[in-house]
């Protein structure tokens, strides 16, 4: 059966929507996603969601009595695990058309969970005694080690957010759209030692929803899903295993390959999941596009930027475009926006798109292969 | 104040090492590895024939950010190491590196450190500063 992504919507904006609660991004996400699958709620029979307000409240608000759930919360790549999941349970036959919403208010904070964890956590005990002050400074922990061992330069790790700049300025909804350069990013304040402020990602409100369906009941154009996988590797950075390439990376891009039987050749499109600038360059390489220590040179010589071969988070990505604190959703809606040739920033003849989703501190992973023909 | 940790059964033994001045790791009695966080089997072979081990306290500097925009507890710290380092035994923990300046020039990659104790409300934390200098 060829499961297909039969409606990809976002939010009416993303950026700063104090006026919106959680909730409420979850519910105008999906009513724009039926809408754009010319679906209604009682098409829908399956639902998947994550976090603050969970899959049982926003079925309940949107009028839906689900045959099937999923709450899989494994952080920002949780919507690529829910349409696995999703791809699975109706090729099983437990449902035949999923909703998965995502919606965050995580700039505004409005009806949104609390963050933290317990003095007794593993977090509690093991890290956030050293001062780490959430992603920034401990995402990016692993950075200068992998550029002590594959010899990428300051320089080259800024131009990773030049390159998704150039994209960001061809999409009107992106938050940041003026062109940058090196100088600019190593003007900007130091986060954390490497990382400047233009080195991470954005904190922004927004939302989106995806319709998963067999292609018999896609009513549009469908984005068939070609294949995927999932992996995961520690819940707390310091016990990653090497810093140099993330192991969920690589065992998640690898299925989602073979499943879908594709080359790197094949490739017309990539999104990797930005929450920092050295994370497109790990997923490069643990995706197998580049080898290892490439990835920093094959950013700066414009490969990724537009007009270049492997055009790479054509939105602008989490680090210009918008990132809530899961950007996995906005990556997938980036990919089928591409594939219908309706993206701000369209590339050319687009009919293969790869998605990387990130989750935690390089904790989990999973990869869509998505295609608008079947091969 | 700066955080401080909250021990569960299965790291108590580490945190009472802390408090006596030793830095203990489990090592498995079937692999013989070391592994770190304290966990009731062994990551590697899967063995709970465990036993807890005084660490030599040595260890390298394996990678690190320094933050500039303090946590709570930390605004006097200026902008300081986070770090994670490698012990002689093969684990690594996350850490701050006391003792010296915390400015890259100072840190360097692989330089070779050494356990400290920082006293936090009913706990220690290890620390690490640089192996043979004066404290
Ligand atoms: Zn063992």
Redesign the interface.
């Known amino acids: 059966m060829n499961v297909v992504i039969a409606g990809a919507a976002e939010t009416d904006e993303v950026g700063r929507l104090p006026q919106h609660s959680t909730l409420q991004l979850h519910l105008e996400a999906a009513r724009n996603a039926l809408a754009d699958a010319g679906l209604t709620k009682d098409d829908v029979d399956g639902i998947a969601t994550v976090g603050t307000p969970g899959p049982i409240q926003v079925a309940h608000a949107l009028g839906m009595t689900p045959a099937w759930l999923d709450g899989t919360g494994v952080g920002g790549s949780s919507f690529l695990f829910h349409v696995r999941h999703a791809a699975a349970a109706i090729r099983a036959g437990l449902c035949h058309t999923v909703l998965i919403t995502h919606g965050e208010s995580g700039r505004s904070r409005v009806g949104a969970g609390r963050w933290g964890m317990?003095?007794?956590s593993?977090l509690?005990?093991?890290?956030?005694?050293?001062?780490?002050?959430g992603p920034?400074?401990?995402f990016?922990?692993?950075?200068?080690?992998y550029m002590?061992e594959t010899g990428l330069t300051h320089e080259q790790l800024a131009e990773v957010a030049v390159a998704q700049r150039r994209w960001a300025s061809r999409n009107p909804r992106a938050m940041f759209r003026d062109l940058i350069t090196v100088e600019d990013v190593f003007a900007s304040?130091?986060?954390?030692?490497?990382?400047h402020l233009l080195e991470c990602c954005l904190v922004t409100d927004g939302g989106g929803a995806l319709i998963v369906t067999s292609e018999e009941r896609a009513r549009r154009s469908p984005v068939y899903l070609l294949g995927s996988g999932e992996s995961a590797e520690s819940p707390?950075?310091?016990?990653m295993e090497d810093?140099t390439t993330s192991k969920a990376f690589r065992l998640s891009g690898e299925a989602a390959f073979a499943e879908a039987k594709i080359t790197h050749d094949d490739v017309d499109h990539l999104m990797i999941y930005d929450a920092f600038a050295h994370v497109p360059i790990y997923g490069l390489e643990d995706l197998g596009f580049v080898g290892r220590g490439e990835a920093g040179a094959f950013i700066a010589e414009g490969h990724t930027s537009p007009g270049g071969r492997l055009p790479l988070n054509t939105n602008g990505g989490g680090l210009s475009y918008t990132h809530t604190g899961m950007y996995g959703m906005f990556a997938i809606q980036e990919s089928v926006r591409q594939l219908r040739g309706e993206a701000a920033a369209q590339v050319p003849g687009v009919e293969l798109s790869v998605v990387l989703g990130n989750g935690g501190m390089f904790a989990s992973a999973a990869t869509l292969v998505l295609a608008n023909r079947l091969p | 104040m700066k955080p401080a940790p909250k021990p569960t059964p299965e790291t108590q033994p580490f945190w009472d090492g802390t408090a006596a001045g030793e830095l203990r790791i489990q090592r498995c009695q079937s692999c013989e590895r070391h592994y770190f966080y304290p966990r009731p089997s062994c990551p590697h072979c899967g063995s709970d024939q465990v036993e807890w081990v005084r660490a030599s306290g040595r260890a390298t500097l394996y990678s690190y950010v320094i933050n500039h925009r303090p946590a709570p507890g930390f605004e006097d710290a200026g902008p300081y190491a986070i770090a994670v380092v490698e012990l002689e035994e093969g684990v690594r923990m996350m850490t701050n590196i006391v003792g010296v300046e915390n400015v890259p020039e100072k840190l360097p990659l692989d330089m070779e450190l050494q356990v400290v104790f920082e006293r936090r409300g009913d706990v220690s934390v290890p620390l690490f500063e640089p192996a043979g200098e004066p404290r």
């Open positions: 317990g003095a007794d593993l509690g005990q093991f890290e956030l005694p050293y001062g780490v002050v920034p400074t401990s990016t922990i692993t950075a200068l080690r002590k304040r130091l986060v954390a030692y490497p990382f707390i950075i310091s016990q810093f």
